[in-house]
């Protein structure tokens, strides 16, 4: 079946240091790619859609100079976590979307990341 | 704006038995999409069964299956048989057609399944 690679599973990072986080779809062309946050113990907060070729749109509250969104191929985004801070630390999932339609092509997530920042 | 709301933050079942987690959601959109989403330990998000708002039939997928009441907009998901693998975070969520496969996600319930 359709796979999302998402790398690294794990990162720990210094305060004030940028993080990048990747999202790869193996076996199916991505147009539209989702990062979400999730806090512990809490639901998924959609932070941005990436689409392929253009600029990402952010939902309201998510700053996007901290959270760079690159989609610059149909099967890699990348989200950038820049001037990393301690309240940044969380857990990161992004998800693709394959072509043919919105319900006969469901999402398919990636593992997920899980951000520290000391 | 679609909200989605799970009333039940944790739960527990018997092992062999049979548990119900509820949702509930609010939208102005006659046709949409409805889905469960498990999440293990392992944090990988796993489709679990979604129904068609304009299917009047319940989804069913073997132990899985969700009582549909559009009316009500509810969207509960019963999990016959409970299975210790089946403890997890059970999320539901809803997706608007047309908008981009963006789902919006309920804030869970932790099911645990004892031996």
């Known amino acids: 079946g359709a796979v999302v690679s998402q790398h690294p599973s794990r990162v720990i990072c210094k305060s004030g240091t940028s993080v990048k986080i990747e999202c790869r779809s193996l076996?199916?062309?991505?147009?539209?790619m989702f990062w979400y946050r999730q806090f512990p113990k809490k639901s998924l907060m959609l932070m941005a859609t990436s689409n392929e070729g253009s600029k990402a749109t952010y939902e309201q509250g998510v700053e996007k100079d901290k959270f760079l969104i690159n989609h610059a191929s149909l099967t890699l985004s990348t989200l950038t976590v820049t001037s990393a801070h301690p309240e940044d630390s969380s857990f990161y999932i992004c998800s693709a979307m394959g072509g043919g339609g919105s319900y006969n092509s469901p999402l398919h997530f990636g593992n997920g990341t899980r951000l520290t920042v000391t | 704006a679609q909200t989605v709301t799970q009333s039940q933050p944790e739960m527990s079942v018997q092992e062999a038995e049979t548990v119900t987690l509820s949702c509930t959601y609010d939208?102005?959109?006659?046709?949409?999409?409805l889905f469960w989403y498990k999440q293990p330990p392992s944090r990988q998000m796993i489709l679990v069964i979604r129904?068609?708002?304009?299917?009047?039939q319940n989804a069913t997928e073997n132990r899985f299956s969700v009582n549909f009441q559009k009316a009500a907009k509810s969207f509960s998901l019963k999990i016959s048989d409970s299975q210790l693998g089946d403890t997890a975070m059970y999320f539901c969520a809803f997706m608007k057609p047309n908008a981009g496969n963006m789902l919006t996600f309920g804030g869970g319930t932790r099911l645990m399944v004892k031996p």
């Open positions: 939208t102005s959109e006659n046709n949409y999409y």
């Open positions: 129904q068609e708002a304009y299917k009047q």
């Open positions: 076996d199916f062309q991505a147009t539209t």
